[in-house]
């Protein structure tokens, strides 16, 4: 099952990312393969795991040893062997930023071919992008299972979300299915916002609350897995029973 997780600047993308990774864990449904697609990466600090390289070193190392008579897919398996990071429950790889100004192509490129040759090894696969979604084309990343949507709750947030609806329909990426999440919730939610969501079918959608002990572990750079706030986790739990494990992937 492959999902990803898009949404505005600062809206939760990351923080969302790492708790299903823990989540999807505590039902025993590793080993998941985790993509950090957003070239401003940060998910191995909620992850609590260093890094050694990005997919964008690789198209960098295919570059200069082009030359060299090994074949591209094995310059390939054996750099992916340098870039991924293996732990107990899941794997980890980080797209990174392309040279230069731009194109992402040639990453993208690679992370096709990734896709193509390995993620049948993993039962889940998991995004964190970005609002522009530069990464997630038909392309590279076929069918997504899952798009989660992540706004907060404001309306100019949402609407950077339905652009990225648009933008999800423009690539001609094949998306499943839909979810909407509203996250860092104080309270209930204005019937303005109600009536956004409804008027624009940003359908089905939830809600996260605000938690201050989350923006703290976050802050302090600790991992998601020592974050215990009870009310949050619940919610958490049930977004992912109802909408992940419900349908499939994996054991
Ligand atoms: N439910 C929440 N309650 C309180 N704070 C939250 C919540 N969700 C996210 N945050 C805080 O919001 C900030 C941004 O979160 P995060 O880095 O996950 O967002 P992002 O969408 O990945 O951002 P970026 O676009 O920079 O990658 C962090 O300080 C995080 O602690
Ligand atoms: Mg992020």
Known sequence: ??????????????????????????????????????????????????YNGTIADIVEEL?????????????????????????????FLVMGAPEG???????????????????????????DAEAGLEHLSR???????????????????????????NIADKTGLTVKEFLHIINKVRGELSPDILDFMFKNQLLPFLTLPFSENLLEVYERGENIFEFWDGNFLKKFAIIVKEKILKNGGGK
């Open 1 to 50: 099952m492959k999902i990803a997780i898009a949404g505005k600047g600062g809206v939760g993308k990351t923080i969302i990312s790492a708790l299903l990774v823990r989540e999807l864990i505590e039902h025993g449904k590793g080993p998941i393969l985790v993509i950090d697609a957003d070239p401003n990466a940060n998910l191995n600090i909620p992850l609590g795991i260093d």
């Open 63 to 91: 570059k200069t040893r082009a030359r060299s008579g090994i074949s591209k897919v094995d310059i390939l398996k054996m750099e992916f062997q340098n870039i991924i990071t293996e732990e107990e429950n899941f794997d």
């Open 101 to 127: 100004p731009g194109c992402y192509c040639a990453v993208n490129d690679i992370l096709r071919e990734i896709l193509n040759q390995f993620s049948r090894n993993y039962p889940y696969v998991i995004f």
């Open 139 to 165: 392309k590279t990343a076929g069918e997504l299972d899952l798009l989660i949507l992540v706004s907060e709750p404001s309306l100019s947030s949402l609407h950077t979300l339905l652009r990225a609806k």
